[in-house]
């Protein structure tokens, strides 16, 4: 069996990650796959509640304690990502650690620091980025409730994002409408996951 894809979908505020795993995860079991959504940050958790408090401006927490629980809510969620991955569920994660570099280091902190609490982490076999200027951004609903929805940290954080990219991202253009996007998207996903399947049929010739 082949083992599950990793496809996170990463991106500026309000480009549509959320709205789109939702949409992939749904294509994805109506063609019969075994899939889940993992959001990050997990809000669920207990150190997931301290962060929707920080985010919520309900608690101060210094840059680098809310930098390192950002990553402890991933690493707790590691062990199950995992087993799902080898079990063979595709797995569509909503932010991951780019985000966690890119937020941080646009506050000030220095990047290789950032970088360094999540190595290790199980990374990903696809990453979207979801592409979008700022002030379109503002346009879009909710935006400028939490505490990192202004202009100003929200134009370091996607300069950050664009020095991490690597010429595996997939670019998305996330001013096109939400279809178009979701059949860009769905269809490179496809591709991936065939790909997956095909070197498990030649690993078990072998
Ligand atoms: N953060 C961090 O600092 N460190 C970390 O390690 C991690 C995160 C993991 C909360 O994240 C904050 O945590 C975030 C980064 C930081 N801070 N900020 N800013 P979150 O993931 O929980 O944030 P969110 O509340 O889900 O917002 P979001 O991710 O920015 O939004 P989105 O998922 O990209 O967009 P959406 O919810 O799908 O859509 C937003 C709105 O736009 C909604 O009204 C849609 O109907 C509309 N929309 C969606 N697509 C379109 C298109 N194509 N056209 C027009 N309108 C659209
Ligand atoms: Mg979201």
Known sequence: ???????????????????QCAKLVAALQDKGHAVELCKFPDRTTTIGQMIHAYLT???????????????ANRWEAMQQMKRK???????????YAYSGVA???????????????????????????????????????????E???NRELQEKVREVFLQLKSKEWVMIDARHSVPTMHHEILKVTEDKIRE??????????D
Do not use: Q
Request: with cysteine.
């Open 57 to 71: 401006n309900a608690k101060e927490l210094d840059d680098k304690a809310i930098h390192l629980l950002f990553s």
């Open 196 to 205: 997956g399947e095909r070197d498990a049929e030649f690993a078990e010739e």
């Open 147 to 149: 505490r990192y929805e």
């Open 85 to 95: 991955l080898r079990a063979g569920t595709h797995l569509i994660v909503d932010r």
């Open 1 to 19: 069996m082949a083992r599950g894809r990793f496809i996170l979908l990463e991106g500026c505020d309000r480009a549509g990650k959320s709205t």
């Open 103 to 145: 937020f941080s280091t646009a506050k000030g902190l220095d990047l290789t620091w950032c970088k360094n609490p999540d190595r290790g982490l199980v990374r990903p076999d696809l990453t979207f980025f979801l592409d979008l200027p700022t002030v379109e951004a503002e346009k879009r609903g909710g935006f400028g409730e």
